[in-house]
């Protein structure tokens, strides 16, 4: 009996109100700490991602801007400027400079592996356009442009490459022209009407809006006519007619971009000129045109005078060659073969030029005696259209800024041919069959060791004691110099050669290019040249 008290005592102690409220604490203390644990071991999660992340960021290279947008005004200069992540060699880097639009693309500036390259830069960027280097220590590609123009403007790409890594960015440049001071004009019109002109000039276009003393809109009167200048600005004649006996101020506002830029107001009666009549307008008019008349009698006259005194001297030396079609071998030969005539034509711009290449290509092409060569080439070989039709040996000469591809078999007489316009041109022979004394060089190159790039290969062909710089080779190839390329033994693929040969295929102005090659050779050369010919040696009679 005891023992049961004793019992049921403790069950009562057990589950007594006080004791089950220290249960439940004991319980939620054992959850909080849980709990905190779990935040902890959160904690100590983002912590070290955080410490972790630059690591991992830190290996991607980037390019960024600093502005996405430029503007600039014409004729000044300007900094275009991209940064890039940290490098351990800012000289080795490689900096690519670009205009993306408007099209076509073009090249800007071009620094490869710390190396300017200048095969690439487009012609009105080549002088202009540089990198500023003191700034890439400080992760920056700073592109300076001098003396802007308004076709600069555009969308530009800069990409900078770290040996394998690189990206781009891509910022605007808008080249602007404030418009010049107004022009006024008054001109009589009818008996009771005046015409009021404002003229002004400047970039982008502008709108022309009139009005009157009480400022009321008159545009919808008025009539504006826009032309482009030789520097691209938007040249803007705007005119409105108005009585003329009525009192009143009418204004001219040439409007850019929301903003005002020029206005000009007209005081009206005050402002008519007192001679502003039509009759002495129509007097003036009338004696310009008489002038004029007489004026370009007189011009005609004289160049029809000197028109025949330069045909009259130059019959003397001029050779001229006969139709293509109907002319052969032996009409070519007869021409005062033991007299030799030079007659040599250069054009105004070759003048303007220094002679000094011209007289080292002749010195170097006169040793090449050919007449007897030149005989039995064109007697014995044949040239044939891409569709096998025979043609006249001078339709080798390609004409100006055309590409003539001439294919042959081994010993078909390809480098001959190049041989005999050499120095056919030098005046190594009795005749010129192919009309080529006229042109202002020729340069004959020997492409079957060909190394490096376009430029420096032709330049390696030339032999001389003083080395031709490069920069006035290119811009007499791709200037409007009247010469002839020939590139004998050509052969693909060649990276360097290939690339910078198509780049100056487009690029070029008047150059004329021939091409030797053995058939296949030049699959690539052969599908974009227009002009294919082949040389064949005829059968033996």
């Known amino acids: 009996m005891s023992s049961e008290r004793t019992r049921l005592k403790s069950v009562s102690i057990c589950c007594s109100p006080q004791n089950q ?17 779990r935040v902890m071991r959160g904690t100590l999660v983002v912590i070290f991602q955080a410490l972790l992340w630059p690591v991992s960021a830190s290996v991607l290279f980037t390019v960024s801007l600093q502005e996405s947008t430029y503007e600039a005004k014409l004729h000044e200069d300007v900094n275009l400027e991209c940064l890039f992540s940290s490098v ?30 200048h095969n690439y830069t487009s012609a009105m960027f080549i002088k202009r356009a540089q990198l500023i280097h003191e700034q890439l220590k400080d992760n920056r590609a700073v592109l300076h442009l001098k003396k802007l123009q308004i076709k600069d403007s ?43 002109s404002c003229e002004s000039q400047g970039f982008p276009s502008a709108q022309v809006i009139w009005s009157d003393g009480q400022n009321t809109n008159l545009t919808e009167m008025s009539n504006s006519t826009t032309r482009s200048t030789d520097e691209d600005l938007v040249h803007i004649i705007s005119k409105l007619t108005v009585r003329r006996d009525l009192v009143n101020n009418y204004t001219c506002s040439f409007l850019v971009k929301g903003g005002t830029q020029q206005t000009a107001t007209f005081s009206i009666p005050d402002e008519i000129p007192p001679h502003c009549s039509t009759p002495y307008a129509w007097i003036v008019a009338v004696l310009v045109v008489l002038l004029a008349i007489v004026f370009i009698s007189i011009i005609v006259r004289m160049r029809k005078n000197g028109h025949k005194t330069r045909l009259s001297e130059s019959s003397n030396c001029a050779f001229f060659l006969p139709q293509a079609s109907s002319a052969t071998t032996d009409s070519l030969l007869t021409v005062n073969e033991n007299k030799l005539q030079i007659c040599d034509v250069i054009s105004e711009e070759a003048t303007e030029k220094p002679q000094s290449l011209r007289n080292v290509l002749i010195r170097q092409y006169s040793p090449l005696d050919t007449n007897a060569q030149m005989k039995h080439t ?73 190394k490096g790039d376009f430029f420096q290969l032709v330049k390696s062909s030339i032999y001389h004691e003083k080395p031709v710089d490069v920069s006035e080779l290119r811009e007499m190839l791709l200037g409007p110099t009247d010469c002839l390329l020939i590139l004998d033994g050509y052969q693909e693929p060649n990276k360097d050669l290939d690339e910078t040969l198509e780049w100056f295929l487009k690029m070029r102005q008047t150059c004329r290019v021939l091409v030797t090659s053995l058939p296949g050779n030049c699959p690539a050369l052969e599908n974009n040249t227009g002009t294919v010919l082949r040389l064949i040696q005829k059968p033996a009679s």
């Open 21 to 37: 409220n220290k249960d439940q604490q004991l319980t939620g203390t054992s959850h909080v700490r849980q709990s905190s644990l």
């Open 88 to 117: 351990q060699s800012p000289s080795d880097l490689t900096v690519i400079w670009s205009r993306v639009e408007p099209k076509p693309f073009v090249d800007v500036y071009r620094l490869e592996s710390g190396i300017e390259n």
């Open 154 to 196: 555009g969308t530009y790409r800069c990409i900078v490459k770290d040996k394998d890594d690189g990206d781009y960015k891509q910022l605007v440049l808008s080249v602007t022209a404030p418009y010049t001071v107004i022009k006024k004009a008054i001109v009589k019109t009818g008996q009771d009407e005046v015409e009021l």
């Open 378 to 450: 064109l007697v014995s070989h044949a040239l044939l259209s891409k569709e096998g039709q025979s043609l006249n040996i001078s339709s080798v000469l390609p004409d100006k800024k055309e590409t003539i591809l001439l294919l042959g078999d081994p010993g078909s007489g390809k480098t001959s041919v190049a041989q005999i316009l050499s120095s056919c041109w030098a005046g190594s022979t009795t005749t010129d069959p192919f009309n080529i004394r006229r042109l202002h060089l020729v340069f004959h190159v020997d492409c079957s060791r060909a």
